[in-house]
């Protein structure tokens, strides 16, 4: 970030205290966005980017820092976005949780297909456009993602038949193997995709279709919870459904809301937006009753299905808007000890209300995008909570995005 006469003006892959020429591509009333050209003065700071993709595809910003600062920059971003909390009271800010891994740690990734010459294949959009960057293999993905992304190259670039706009991978180390859910345009019959499926190694199942989704086998895959309690939970999540990224900061991730929790065995617990049960479950081992709500009505399915699997009997899951889910859990109880949230990035500003209607001693909010995190907690501040800490936790190294956890409490404890 740089000023030009008093306007700021963001300029991508430049580092701190580097001189630059940069050129203006986008000029809004109070910023603007400047495309790097030439660096005059190199930052002390400044690493040789790993990936030989790097500035052309849009996937990565950060691999010109080594993983040390990209954490301290994480950390500052996230710190100076939520310090306009501090007006309502002091919270405490934690140190960012590093990832087990700073690359090959993801294990879903989202794919644009594209055409050159003739021949197509499979990529990320190019910084900012709508290009295709073909990638043969990106240095973030987990190996056995690497190598399905391989697979479905190779059956592209030789002339496979299949009217591709895109393709969703996961993977499950713990399974060993992943599926793929492509978007077609117009028909694909189900034995190109059994051609395709069987000369692709690790790869389990196949959906697609734009309405109504075609199967090529199983597209569900299983996953372990981190250890709580002794115990290793056993889910199965949907290749279609959330699944977090970076499976191994995931496990620090359901830790640290567990720990953060508290529970004794006598808590009524919420959990919104819950998925297939990533925090449902581990909270359930120490909850006396758990409801989970989402909106994905496979996902809670699959989630019903985690909690018979692992003879869970104090769990109720909720298809549905979180609002809606909300109201039908009032009609059992009229309070609740905790509720936890995970919303998607654009926050959950819509439900703090009826969140609030249940009075919880405490509200654990999962986000990926603190902007939306600020907005949310302010609001919660004006509804009777306070933000106690903040958990930054980095989800998805070499890239600026980050998770964050905050611990809000009712003020003075009072039940309405």
């Not at 249940?358 to 902007?371: A, N, T």
Request: charged share 30%.
């Amino acid at each position: 970030m740089g000023r030009v006469e008093g306007k700021v003006v963001f300029v991508p892959f430049a580092a701190p205290g580097e001189r630059v020429q940069a050129e203006v591509v986008n000029e809004k009333r109070d910023y603007a966005e400047a495309a790097l050209k030439k660096i005059e003065m190199k930052s002390p700071r400044r690493v040789e980017p790993f990936c030989p993709l790097y500035g052309e595809c849009g996937g990565c910003q950060y691999q010109h820092f080594a993983y040390e600062d990209q954490l301290r920059l994480k950390e500052e971003a996230a710190r100076e976005t939520l310090s306009r909390l501090t007006r309502r009271g002091k919270f405490e800010f934690l140190p960012i949780i590093p990832s087990p891994q700073d690359r090959g740690y993801r294990i879903r990734a989202q794919f644009k297909a594209g055409e050159k010459g003739g021949r197509r294949f499979l990529g990320f959009h190019a910084w900012r456009t709508h290009r295709v960057v073909e990638v043969a293999h990106c240095p973030l993905l987990h190996p056995l993602a690497n190598r399905i992304l391989a697979g479905l190259n190779n059956y592209l670039g030789g002339g496979g038949d299949i009217p591709l706009k895109g393709a969703d991978l996961q993977v499950s180390p713990e399974e060993g193997r992943g599926v793929v859910i492509l978007q077609t345009e117009g028909s694909w019959d189900s034995a190109k995709a059994e051609k395709m499926g069987r000369g692709i190694e690790g790869l389990k199942g196949i959906a697609w279709g734009e309405k109504k989704k075609i199967f090529w086998r199983d597209i569900s895959l299983f996953y372990e919870s981190p250890e709580i309690g002794g115990r290793r939970l056993r889910l199965r999540i949907s290749g279609d459904s959330f699944v977090q990224v970076n499976s191994g900061q995931n496990e620090n991730l359901v830790r640290k809301v567990v720990d953060w929790a508290g529970l004794t065995g006598n808590e009524k617990v919420l959990d919104l937006f819950c998925g297939s049960g990533n925090l449902t479950l581990p909270l359930a081992l120490a909850a006396k009753r758990i409801w989970g709500v989402d909106y994905d009505r496979q996902a809670i399915d699959l989630a019903r299905e985690n909690a018979r699997g692992n003879e869970f009997l104090n769990c109720t899951f909720l298809a549905g808007p979180a609002e809606e889910g909300i109201k039908r859990v009032k009609e059992e109880t009229l309070t609740m000890d905790l509720v936890v949230l995970d919303p998607p990035r654009v926050g959950a500003h819509g439900v703090l209300e009826s969140l609030a209607s249940l009075r919880p001693r405490k509200i654990l909010y999962v986000s990926c995008e603190p902007p939306t995190l600020a907005r949310d907690l302010a609001r919660l501040g004006s509804l009777g909570y306070n933000v106690e800490r903040i958990q930054p936790l980095d989800m998805f190294p070499q890239t600026y995005h980050i998770e964050v956890i905050a611990e809000c409490g009712l003020r003075n404890d009072k039940r309405i």
